[in-house]
């Protein structure tokens, strides 16, 4: 397994400091305005990472509708515009470049109904799909937290039934253990479950920590540090035979150190399944 860790954490050099991988996030980096990619602003990033011995992935555009996130950069995979598949091709292209390691998509939001919004959401991955078999990138579709009702594939079986009915070879699933956690109302069982249910189609995941409830900060999406909160990290050990990155999604370079030490207790014992 490959350890990593976003690139809102700290530094390039910071995290390379630690970890193996950095997780580019697209709609923090600071390299939009009025929903265009600025690319005088996107090549000093690249050019430091030019110099880093890190793996990649790519974080892509989605939607959100708190003030920390950039409005112009909003995509709703359920309904998606010509600019939503721009943001998207953006991400894919640029991961086929760096030869990144997967590009992480949300799915869609639910929206009044249900069936229509996952079907429309179905179509657009397919699109999308063959555009990352253009650039040779594998898309993550990430599980999304039952602690807010109008999310799409909060449920393994969704999320699987999702990538199952797109049928491509360039799109699998983000596990996010924290998403996991929430959706499983923090009961271990049921989240051993969940990863065992997902694990087939997963090539990417996304490590964090809460409390398995939901509260008015972010429904309970909080992403303390692994370790801060109450998941059981050893159901990581349910995804068989998996050498990909856990990238951990937390704030600051304290929550990698802490989540670096948590995971190479329940997960990394063996420090020849870590490269």
Same mark, same amino acid.
């Given at each position: 397994?490959?350890?990593?860790?976003?690139?809102?954490?700290?530094?390039?050099?910071?995290?390379?400091?630690?970890?193996?991988?950095?997780?580019?996030?697209?709609?923090?980096?600071?390299?939009?305005?009025?929903?265009?990619?600025?690319?005088?602003?996107?090549?000093?990033?690249?050019?430091?990472?030019?110099?880093?011995?890190?793996?990649?992935?790519?974080?892509?555009?989605?939607?959100?509708?708190?003030?920390?996130?950039?409005?112009?950069?909003?995509?709703? #995979? *359920?309904?998606?515009? $010509?600019?939503?598949?721009? @943001?998207?091709?953006?991400?894919?292209?640029?991961? &086929?470049? %760096?030869?990144?390691?997967?590009?992480?998509?949300?799915?869609?939001?639910?929206?009044?109904?249900?069936?229509?919004?996952?079907?429309?959401?179905?179509?657009?991955?397919?699109?999308?799909?063959? #555009? *990352?078999?253009?650039? $040779?990138?594998?898309?993550? @579709?990430?599980?999304?937290?039952?602690?807010?009702? &109008?999310? %799409?594939?909060?449920?393994?079986?969704?999320?699987?039934?999702?990538?199952?009915?797109?049928?491509?070879?360039?799109?699998?699933?983000?596990?996010?253990?924290?998403?996991?956690?929430?959706?499983?109302?923090?009961?271990?069982?049921?989240?051993?479950?969940?990863?065992?249910?997902?694990?087939?189609?997963?090539?990417?995941?996304?490590?964090?920590?809460?409390?398995?409830?939901?509260?008015?900060?972010?429904?309970?999406?909080?992403?303390?540090?692994?370790?801060?909160?109450?998941?059981?990290?050893?159901?990581?050990?349910?995804?068989?035979?998996?050498?990909?990155?856990?990238?951990?999604?937390?704030?600051?370079?304290?929550?990698?150190?802490?989540?670096?030490?948590?995971?190479?207790?329940?997960?990394?014992?063996?420090?020849?399944?870590?490269?």
């Amino acid at each position: 397994m490959i350890l990593g860790a976003s690139s809102f954490a700290g530094s390039l050099s910071e995290i390379a400091a630690e970890v193996q991988s950095v997780e580019l996030y697209m709609p923090k980096l600071g390299v939009y305005k009025n929903s265009l990619l600025q690319r005088d602003l996107l090549d000093p990033i690249l050019d430091e990472l030019s110099t880093l011995d890190l793996y990649t992935s790519l974080h892509a555009p989605y939607f959100a509708d708190v003030p920390t996130y950039p409005e112009d950069i909003v995509v709703d #995979t *359920a309904s998606m515009d $010509d600019r939503s598949f721009r @943001l998207i091709t953006e991400s894919i292209e640029l991961a &086929g470049r %760096l030869g990144s390691r997967a590009v992480v998509l949300h799915p869609g939001r639910i929206n009044g109904e249900h069936d229509r919004a996952f079907s429309s959401m179905v179509d657009n991955l397919r699109s999308l799909a063959q #555009t *990352a078999a253009e650039h $040779d990138v594998m898309l993550g @579709l990430e599980n999304k937290e039952g602690t807010d009702p &109008g999310n %799409l594939c909060t449920g393994a079986g969704e999320l699987a039934s999702a990538v199952e009915e797109v049928n491509s070879d360039n799109l699998g699933a983000t596990l996010d253990i924290g998403h996991a956690n929430l959706t499983c109302g923090g009961d271990m069982q049921e989240l051993r479950a969940f990863v065992r249910t997902l694990a087939p189609h997963v090539v990417h995941v996304h490590v964090h920590d809460n409390m398995g409830v939901w509260s008015e900060h972010y429904n309970g999406d909080e992403h303390m540090a692994p370790g801060d909160g109450i998941i059981d990290y050893t159901v990581l050990k349910e995804i068989k035979g998996y050498k990909g990155i856990l990238n951990m999604e937390v704030f600051s370079m304290e929550g990698v150190v802490k989540g670096k030490a948590k995971l190479y207790n329940a997960v990394l014992c063996d420090e020849r399944e870590f490269y």
